[in-house]
């Protein structure tokens, strides 16, 4: 009778296994499978000048606002895969901030122009242009600290296919009794499309490594968040530099009563191998959770070379298990009113400071 036993014991352990085999599947079929996602925004603001002048050599349709001016350009292009908590993406962006005092851009659309000021003049100059354009991929990771509490990060690299920098700073001074100008400025650039006598060869590309990091709570009653966004290295092999100091007289005008005058121009072009840290923009939030699924906010985020962007916003729903959402969103300096919808998984934002071409900034995503 044993082996009846045996028989018997293996026809048990065969249908086990048989019967375990749509259990199996079944969970491989309950696995979340792989999403993707494709973003695109566009941001443009310029607090000179309208956006319809943007690619215009127009230096007489600038009309810059009290203290310090801001031109900013973020756009992107991203495909990303989400499995749990990891995100994988492929990426195109280009960035671009200019910070320019009133007097500096007052002064070059007057000079441009031909016009001369009716009194002495005495202004100190300074303006700031940074730029980056590439692609790349990109990683990050969420993680649950605690019960409302969550932390994320992602690195990014890039190979990039422009860099520019510029910074120009220095006194001007006028004289109304003779009609003398007088610049002491120092420029410093850096640009992979700069030219000058004997440019050797260098890098047709460089590289850029970005870190950005977030943490998050959300309450019953209240939420907040901080991000650290796009601080990193960047290199590029060779890449033309400048460095150049302006110091001349102006004595007369022309005809059509633009100036006249003989630069002294001292300076020197390196193409040294550069590397360069990044300085972080950071992003500060806080607000509030109403009754009906109603959140408000308030939002500030540090731009280097200019200072805060403070934002006000108010919206219902977040978007959670495809139920729909809407808001607003107020930028105080960009003066523009953002619009922000989702559903299913589609989210847009759009928003404007006016309609039309005398726009200054919009934001679209």
Same mark, same amino acid.
């Given at each position: ?7 018997? /014991?293996? =026809? ?5 296994? %048989? ?40 230096? *007489? ?12 350009? &973020? ?9 749990? /908590?990891?995100?994988? @993406?492929?990426? /195109? ?8 005092? $009133? ?87 850096? &640009? ?17 490594? %970005? ?14 968040? @901080?991000?650290? #966004? ?11 530099? *400048? ?27 390196? *193409? ?19 009754? *009906? ?34 808001? %607003?969103?107020?930028?105080? #300096? $960009? ?14 934002? =759009? ?15």
């Amino acid at each position: 009778m044993s082996w009846r036993r045996a028989a018997a /014991a293996r =026809a048990c352990a065969l249908a086990a296994a %048989l019967a375990c085999v749509p259990a199996a599947g079944a969970r491989a079929q309950e696995a979340p499978a792989p999403t993707w996602q494709l973003q695109l925004h566009s941001i443009r603001h310029s607090d000179a000048l309208r956006l319809a002048d943007f690619d215009r050599d127009d230096w *007489q349709a600038v009309a810059p606002r009290p203290g310090r001016n801001l031109t900013t350009l &973020d756009e992107g292009l991203r495909l990303e895969t989400r499995r749990g /908590a990891w995100t994988w @993406a492929l990426l /195109a962006r280009s960035q671009a901030t200019l910070v320019a005092s $009133e007097p500096t851009l007052t002064l070059a659309r007057d000079i441009d122009g031909g016009r001369r000021p009716g009194a002495d003049l005495a202004l100190q100059v300074q303006a700031r242009l940074r730029g980056t354009s590439g692609g790349g991929l990109a990683l990050g990771r969420e993680h649950v600290l605690a019960e409302g509490w969550r932390a994320g990060w992602e690195l990014q690299g890039l190979s990039l296919a422009r860099w520019l920098e510029r910074r120009l700073a220095g006194p001007v001074r006028f004289r109304a009794a003779n009609g003398n100008y007088g610049f002491a400025l120092h420029s410093t650039e850096l &640009d992979n499309r700069l030219d000058f006598p004997f440019r050797r060869d260098f890098a047709r590309r460089g590289s850029a490594l %970005l870190l950005s990091a977030t943490l998050a709570w959300n309450g019953e009653r209240a939420w907040a968040r @901080a991000a650290l #966004h796009d601080g990193g290295w960047l290199r590029w092999r060779g890449m033309p530099q *400048q460095d150049a100091t302006l110091d001349t007289t102006t004595q007369a005008v022309d005809a059509e009563g633009f100036l006249i005058y003989q630069p002294l121009i001292e300076g020197r072009n390196t *193409q040294d191998g550069l590397q360069r840290l990044l300085p972080w923009r950071t992003s500060l939030a806080a607000g509030l959770r109403l009754g *009906q699924d109603q959140r408000l906010g308030l939002h500030a985020e540090s731009l280097p070379d200019f200072g805060w962007l403070p934002a006000v916003s108010w919206q219902v729903g977040d978007g959670a298990g495809g139920a729909p959402s809407y808001g %607003l969103r107020w930028q105080w #300096h $960009e003066r523009r009113l953002v619009l922000l919808a989702g559903w299913r998984g589609f989210s847009l934002r =759009a928003g404007a400071d006016r309609l039309g071409a005398a726009a200054r900034s919009r934001d679209g995503d």
